[in-house]
């Protein structure tokens, strides 16, 4: 049974990696895809190509499918104004969104420069709000939309020498249950997904020592971007519509729904706290409950499934 048969999605980043299999499996469960990618380098320095947007479009349309292609960026509302335009255009409709476009600026923070921090702002978190708010009052009227969107365990957990990356990310896992929540009553549902998947993004990262060659092996081998897309379109799918406001993520052939924030350890004091009462009284009765510095390869040590 075709999950999106006859839903019109939009999918960024679609012309390489997770966007690409995101694509290519929404058409084969049946949607119109907007098949969006700047054709940019990694660290988005470049001005980019129509090409990589319109190979994965032609692919769609040569196994039978409907695509049209997009290059106009995410990095601005009129890019992302762009998009919508084009999707109402060709296919009459939008239904869903599924946005895992995305650069990487890679460095340690007392290294890291203005243009560096705002670029991989500007295309993820700024990204995220404009491609949701161009779509968001459609969604809205036709009571109808779910958002898809990414995040990272740079920022969920932590990742050394990724600050605004994970500033980033975790910016739009707030993005994304403020949204789910405003949208409950007109039935606009958001998501994120923190995918592990090797990627052209993965392939910059720098390898210093056999430990971290090793994590970079094993996700170039058993951890696929392919892997990541059946979340994606679930998500997307008319029969997920009660699933919203959640953050997940997907390793290997594992998928994981992570805590949110929530109150672990609380200590009340009637007479109130002094600095001297916190530091001997406070800070030593949670510590236990308190989390390590730890990376994600950290929290994931074992071999993928």
């Known amino acids: 049974m075709a999950q999106m048969e006859g839903k019109v999605v939009l999918v960024t980043g679609a012309g390489r990696g997770i966007g690409r299999e995101c694509a290519l499996l929404a058409a084969r469960e049946g949607a119109k895809v907007v098949v969006n990618d700047l054709g940019g380098s990694v660290d988005g320095s470049d001005l980019g190509s129509a090409g990589p947007a319109e190979e994965v479009a ?46 990487l600026r890679d460095g340690m ?11 991989v702002i500007d295309v993820h978190l700024n990204g995220t709000f404009y491609i949701t708010r161009a779509t968001v009052e459609h969604f809205r009227n036709q009571e109808d939309g779910s958002y898809v969107l990414f995040t990272s365990t740079s920022g969920l957990i932590g ?83 009660d699933v919203s406001g959640q953050i997940f993520a997907v390793r290997g052939n594992e998928i994981f729904l992570f805590d949110q924030p929530r109150p672990i350890r609380g200590l009340g004091r009637l007479d ?29 040590p074992y071999e993928p499934v």
């Open 159 to 241: 990742n050394i020498g990724q600050v605004n990356y994970a500033a980033a990310k975790m910016g739009i896992v707030g993005l994304s249950r403020v949204l789910a929540m405003e949208g409950l009553r007109k039935k606009v549902r958001s998501n994120v997904i923190a995918p592990f998947a090797w990627t052209r993004m993965i392939e910059t990262i720098p390898v210093k020592d056999e430990q971290s060659a090793a994590r970079v092996e094993r996700m170039r081998n058993k951890m696929r971007a392919d892997q990541i897309a059946p979340l994606a379109v679930a998500l997307a799918a008319p029969r997920a519509s």
């Open 109 to 119: 923070f007392h290294k890291m420069t203005e243009e560096d921090w705002s670029s």
């Open 58 to 103: 032609r692919e769609i349309r040569k196994l039978g499918g409907e695509a049209v292609s997009n290059s106009d960026s995410v990095a601005t509302m009129s890019g992302a104004k762009a998009m919508f335009e084009q999707a109402m255009d060709s296919f009459g409709g939008l239904n869903a969104v599924i946005s895992p476009a995305g650069i």
């Open 272 to 300: 109130g706290w002094t600095p001297e009462s916190v530091i001997e009284q406070c800070l030593p009765a949670m510590k236990p409950a308190m989390f390590s510095l730890d990376a994600s390869a950290g929290t994931f």
